[in-house]
């Protein structure tokens, strides 16, 4: 079977005239551009205004101040009493008494007080009484009798001697017993016969009585 080919193809002369306009279009747009010299600038303009400010707002009207009112406290209102109190006890009178004046003591008259004066320092301290002799010569073996001996009594005796102003033994004590009443005898009646002392001083350098302590052993005579 066969077909017939129904397609138009373009004409040679309708395809010039197309070309023709669009050269003649292509044209015109660059001369226009030419003699303008370029694109036209679009400027946008801005519509500015001055605006004033607002005044400001006026000031407050002002404030009386407020004195504060002092309170008034009204009066206590105390009704009177309707009777009459009477006094208990009626007034005594009292008479002021006054007494005679006390004459003052003349000057050069009445008794003198005197001051007590204070005491004079001691110039050096005080010194008790001290042996002048041998203490170990107041006893001796020729002291120790026979009969002592023979009975062997020993033991040790403390005593205390009483010292005066000159240096002499006043009393004699036993404080320390040997156990036998002839022992503890011989022992004062000998130191106070035998021993002899310097006075004790006091504080001002003066001789005063004093003290003095011993103590000897009774032995059996070598």
């Given at each position: ?6 397609s ?62 002092e ?75 026979p ?21 002499k ?18 022992t ?35």
């Amino acid at each position: 079977m066969s077909f017939v080919d129904q397609s138009r193809r373009p004409s040679p002369a309708s395809m010039a005239a197309v070309v023709g306009i669009h050269a003649a279009i292509g044209f015109a747009l660059v001369a226009g551009l030419t003699i303008s010299g370029g694109l036209p600038e679009i400027i946008n303009k801005m519509d500015v205004r001055d605006i004033p400010e607002a005044p400001p707002p006026p000031p407050p009207p002002p404030v009386d101040e407020v004195v504060p009112q002092e309170s008034v406290t009204p009066p206590v209102f105390v009704p009177q009493p309707k009777f009459e109190l009477k006094p208990i006890n009626p007034p005594v009178e009292t008479t002021e008494l006054i007494p005679p004046p006390v004459p003052l003591p003349q000057p050069g008259t009445g008794p003198v007080i005197e001051t007590p004066r204070p005491s004079p320092k001691p110039s050096f301290d005080a010194v008790a009484a001290k042996p002048r002799n041998d203490p170990s010569r107041w006893l001796t073996n020729a002291d120790y009798k026979p009969s002592w001996a023979r009975r062997e009594l020993t033991g040790l005796a403390k005593f205390r001697l009483e010292i005066s102003a000159n240096g002499k033994v006043t009393n004699c004590s036993v404080t320390g017993s040997t156990g036998h009443s002839e022992l503890d005898e011989a022992t004062c009646s000998l130191v106070t016969r035998r021993a002899r002392f310097e006075p004790a001083r006091g504080g001002s350098g003066e001789p005063v009585a004093g003290s003095y302590t011993g103590s000897v052993i009774w032995e059996l005579p070598e």
